[in-house]
């Protein structure tokens, strides 16, 4: 609650004209024997339930109306001396003005249309925690709270966006965060200018610090207990209120295959799932090149056999190779797209009855080899290995460019490809730190490896 005194600019009517043409603005008179009292608040944003027991309630039940002023003016979060810009910025966030005698409050009252807690979506494991961030900022919060009770948990709140206002928590644990990675995350978001920010990726495109990159350098996950464990580990989280997702930052390349269940099981087990959809990203940048390759530069790499087993699929195929595998990726891309925007009711069906019916097509009518339906099926399977969607859209786009490297010189370019991108990884940085670094990042506060996942 802010308590406004002799602020001759602010005051019921000065907002109500600041507001006018909103429909859903309350308007009251409060009346009770000599007393009166003066409400005005946005219908749609603030808490109507908490109005009437917090402000209208009390005002018929205080003797006077000097009493009812001390306790408006002790509420809990009251603050003295708002100007004009900060009294709209409160009402338009779901705060009430209240006029009682000579004296301007504006108490706040959000509405939270908090529901449930859901269940994750795009980050599914087989073991630990099923719940995932939701879009109420205090909600998330608590979720935090609940798994990281720490007195060195730290919160600071910022607001983001001219029009949209939203609302933007920033999580650290003192003892174990990189100061240095802390105050480069707060300058950009200083210096950040835009109108709405309604999604967790808006603000990773934001503050990344490139204009053109290819690999994501901030992690965005629905999980809770990932974000406890990257605070653990000396990393920064950022929340946003309205979005079902948060940034952890900084992340190397090696965070990006961990999934949080990889915890769970046996070292053995989770080092070995580790290794699969790393041998899944593998497949996907060099099976469709090394085909193209193989297949009109250079046969004579593989054994005859094989050599002559391709050919021989390709017999009534009436085009070269790199065109068979562009056609058959990008109708893959097609369906993994449709399966994406299609109603969840037939989405998995018809992707799937459409993927059997196009490849069997295609097959038949010797548009394609048999060889190239089971190689875009492993490229699509070891696509979605990964854990975190950010690097699998990512790593679908980055297999073109080795695909268009093995059409202009065979395996010498897919070669020269691989080099070229291991050295884009390595003269990469992620809020300072080094992108391509395979273990954990030191923490600057504790000594302790706190900034990637193992």
Not at 11 to 24: N, R, V
Not at 98 to 105: A, H, T
Not at 401 to 429: D, E, K, W
Request: aromatic share 8%; charged share 20%; glycine share 8%.
């Amino acid at each position: 609650m802010v308590e406004q005194r002799h602020k001759p600019g602010v005051s019921p009517e000065w907002i109500q004209e600041q507001l006018s043409g909103f429909a859903d603005l309350e308007h009251r008179k409060l009346q009770a024997s000599s007393d009166e009292a003066e409400l005005l608040y946005i219908k749609s944003v603030t808490d109507g339930q908490s109005i009437s027991q917090a402000v209208i309630a009390p005002f018929y039940e205080m003797d006077s109306g000097e009493a009812y002023g001390a306790y408006l003016g002790g509420l809990p979060g009251s603050h003295t001396e708002v100007d004009g810009k900060q009294a709209l910025e409160l009402m338009l966030g779901g705060s009430a003005c209240i006029r009682s005698g000579s004296r301007i409050f504006i108490c706040e009252l959000p509405k939270a249309e908090a529901g449930a807690v859901r269940e994750t979506v795009t980050e599914s494991v087989s073991q630990g925690p099923s719940d995932a961030l939701g879009e109420d900022l205090t909600v998330n919060l608590n979720l935090i709270r609940r798994r990281y009770q720490s007195a060195q948990l730290k919160l600071e709140m910022t607001v983001i966006g001219n029009i949209s206002r939203t609302k933007t928590a920033i999580l650290y644990d003192e003892s174990r965060v990189d100061h240095r990675v802390l105050a480069e995350l707060k300058e950009r978001l200083d210096t950040l200018q835009i109108d709405v920010l309604q999604a967790a990726g808006e603000l990773d495109k934001y503050i990344s610090g490139d204009k053109v990159r290819i690999f994501p350098k901030t992690i965005v996950t629905e999980r809770p207990d990932r974000v406890v464990f990257n605070l653990a580990e000396g990393k920064v989280a950022v929340m946003l209120d309205t979005a079902g997702y948060a940034i952890i930052l900084p992340a190397i390349f090696n965070d990006f295959f961990t999934a949080m269940d990889d915890k769970i099981h046996l070292p053995v087990v989770g080092r070995f799932l580790k290794l699969l959809r790393i041998l899944g990203v593998v497949l996907t940048l060099w099976l469709p090149a090394l085909y193209v390759a193989f297949t009109s530069y250079n046969p004579e790499i593989v054994r005859v056999q094989i050599a002559l087993l391709i050919a021989g699929s390709r017999a009534t195929v009436p085009y070269p190779s790199f065109v068979e595998v562009l056609i058959m990726l990008l109708m893959m891309e097609f369906l993994t797209e449709a399966s994406l925007r299609l109603p969840r009711a037939i989405g998995p069906t018809a992707t799937t009855v459409g993927g059997l019916i196009l490849g069997q097509a295609a097959t038949a009518a010797g548009l394609v080899g048999n060889i190239m339906i089971i190689l875009v099926s492993v490229v699509a399977i070891s696509n979605f290995m990964i854990p975190l969607n950010m690097m699998s859209f990512s790593i679908r786009v980055l297999k073109y460019f080795f695909i268009l490297a093995a059409i202009a010189t065979g395996l010498v370019g897919v070669v020269c490809c691989l080099v070229g991108f291991t050295a884009y990884l390595c003269s990469q940085r992620s809020f300072g730190q080094p992108y391509f670094k395979l273990f954990a990042l030191e923490s600057a506060g504790s000594g302790k490896k706190g900034s990637g996942e193992k």
